[in-house]
C-alpha cells in the first residue's frame, strides 16, 4: 500500500477552513466552464464530423472520451476509499456506481457541491462540520477538474491549432473551442490553487487581484507552449506522438523518483504519476516538498529550449519567411508574452504569495511547497476544532504552503477530529 489515509507525513488540519461566497464563486464559475467546454467540444466535433474530417472529429472525441474515463475513475477511487457518512445525501454506491459508468460523476459532484455550498452560505451561523463538508466537496472536484483539463483542452487546443494552421481558415465552431479551452486551463490552474489556499488564514487567501494575476501569468506561460507544439504538428504530424511519449516517459520517470504518496493503493499511484506527467508536458506542476527553485528552473529552462527548437523547426522549413503570413507575428509575439507571464509569476511571488515575507521566498513554489512557519508566515491554525477532512487535498496544501513538526496523528480520510497542531 502506497498511501493509507493521507500518507505517515500528513497532520491534520486544527480548525474548519472557512467556505466564503467567493468559493462558490470559484465552484459556480468552474461547473459553468466545464459545461461550455463540453458543449463546445461536441460541437466541435459534430462540425468536423459533418464535414467528413472524421480524423479530426475522432480525435476530439477520443480525447473527451479519455479525459472523462480517467476523471470518473478517479472520482469513483476516491468515492469509495471516504466514510459513508461523506457520501452526497447518503446516495447508495449502486447509485454512484451508474453515474461514474455514465460519466456523469464528476458532474454530480460539481452540482452537488454547489448545493451543499450555497446552503452553508445562506446560513448567517454554518456550523463547523457543514462548513467543513462544503470545503471537502471543493477539494476533489479542483483536483478533477485540473485533471480532466490537461487530458482533454490542452491536447484540443493543440489540435484545434494545428487544424487552423494547416487549412489556413478559422471557423467560427474553431475559435470558440480555441477560446474555451485556454480559460480553461488557466481556470483549473487558479481553481486548483485557490483550493489549496483554503487551509491557511483569511488573510493569506486569494483576492482578486492575486487571482487576476495568478491567472495571467499561467495563461501566458502556457499560450507560447501550446503555440509550439502545434507548428510543429503542422511539419510533422505523425511524429508529434512521438515527441508527446519521449517527454512524457521522461517527465513520468521525474515524478517517480520524487516518490510521489498521494493516492490509497499503489496501482492508482502509478495512474496518478501517469496524469501528472500529462501536466508536466504543458506547464510547471510540482509534486514534491521542500525548495522548488532548482527544479522549477530546470524545469523551465527545458520547456523553454524544447519549445524554442520546435518553433526553429517551422521557421526553417519556411524560409524565406514572408510578412504576409500571420502565423509569423503571432510566433514573434510569442517570446514576449512568455517574458511577461514570467515577469508576472514573480510580481505575484513578491507580492501576493503567503509566504512572501519568507527570507528565501525565491525558493518555494506555491503550488507544491514544504516551507517553515514562523511569525508573519503563512501557517496553519493552531486551535484544535472538529470538521471534516479532507486528507488528499491537506496533505498537498500542508506540503505546499507550511512545514510542520508536530507529532504525526492518524485520522482516516473525511472524519471528524479534535486534534491539535
Not at 459513508?84 to 453515474?99: A, I, M
Not at 482578486?208 to 502556457?222: D, E, G, T
Not at 513554489?365 to 512557519?373: G, I, K, Q, S, W
Amino acid at each position: 500500500m502506497a498511501w493509507s489515509g493521507c500518507g505517515p507525513k500528513c497532520i491534520p488540519p486544527s480548525w474548519t477552513p472557512r467556505y466564503r461566497y467567493l468559493d462558490l464563486l470559484f465552484a459556480l464559475v468552474g461547473t459553468a466552464a466545464f459545461l461550455v467546454d463540453l458543449a463546445a467540444d461536441v460541437w466541435v466535433a459534430a462540425n468536423y464530423l459533418q464535414a467528413g474530417h472524421y480524423y479530426w472529429g475522432g480525435l476530439v472525441l477520443g480525447l473527451l472520451g479519455l479525459s472523462s474515463l480517467t476523471t470518473q475513475l478517479f472520482s469513483w477511487t476516491w468515492y469509495r476509499g471516504d466514510p459513508k457518512e461523506l457520501r452526497p445525501d447518503q446516495v447508495r454506491d449502486q447509485t454512484l456506481l451508474t453515474l461514474h459508468l455514465l460519466q456523469l460523476g464528476y458532474l454530480y459532484r460539481c452540482l452537488h457541491a454547489l448545493k451543499v455550498g450555497f446552503q452553508v452560505c445562506r446560513k448567517e451561523a454554518a456550523t463547523e462540520t457543514e462548513r467543513g463538508y462544503a470545503v471537502f466537496l471543493s477539494h476533489d472536484i479542483s483536483l478533477l477538474r485540473l485533471f480532466e483539463t490537461f487530458l482533454e483542452s490542452a491536447p484540443q487546443l493543440t489540435l484545434g491549432l494545428y487544424i487552423i494552421l494547416h487549412t489556413s481558415k478559422a471557423e467560427t465552431f474553431q475559435m470558440l473551442g480555441i477560446c474555451t479551452s485556454f480559460i480553461c486551463i488557466a481556470w483549473a490552474l487558479l481553481d486548483y490553487h485557490q483550493s489549496l489556499r483554503i487551509f491557511l488564514r483569511d488573510k493569506h487567501k486569494l483576492g482578486i487581484l492575486s487571482s487576476a494575476v495568478y491567472f495571467l501569468w499561467n495563461f501566458l506561460l502556457v499560450c507560447p507552449r501550446i503555440l509550439s507544439l502545434s507548428l510543429f504538428t503542422v511539419l510533422f504530424p505523425s511524429y508529434i506522438f512521438l515527441h508527446f511519449l519521449g517527454i512524457w516517459v521522461a517527465m513520468f520517470i521525474w515524478v517517480t523518483l520524487q516518490g510521489t504518496d498521494f493516492m490509497e493503493h499503489t496501482g492508482f499511484e502509478w495512474l496518478y504519476r501517469a496524469v501528472v506527467a500529462v501536466v508536466l508536458y504543458f506547464c510547471w506542476f510540482n509534486v514534491a516538498e521542500g525548495k522548488t527553485r532548482y527544479r522549477s528552473a530546470i524545469y523551465y529552462t527545458f520547456l523553454v529550449l524544447d519549445s524554442a527548437l520546435l518553433a526553429c523547426f517551422w521557421v526553417w522549413y519556411n524560409l524565406p519567411l514572408s510578412w504576409d503570413s500571420p502565423v509569423l507575428y503571432v510566433l514573434l509575439a510569442a517570446l514576449p508574452c512568455y517574458s511577461l507571464g514570467i515577469l508576472l509569476r514573480c510580481i505575484y511571488y513578491r507580492s501576493f504569495h503567503p509566504t512572501q515575507k519568507a527570507a528565501s521566498l525565491a525558493s518555494y513554489d506555491e503550488v507544491d511547497t514544504r516551507e517553515l512557519a514562523g511569525d508573519d508566515v503563512a501557517v496553519f491554525q493552531q486551535e484544535a476544532v472538529t470538521g471534516h477532512v479532507n486528507r488528499r487535498t491537506y496533505k498537498l496544501s500542508q506540503s505546499f504552503f507550511a512545514g510542520l513538526s508536530q507529532d504525526i496523528r492518524s485520522q482516516e480520510n473525511g472524519a471528524f477530529g479534535n486534534v491539535s497542531l
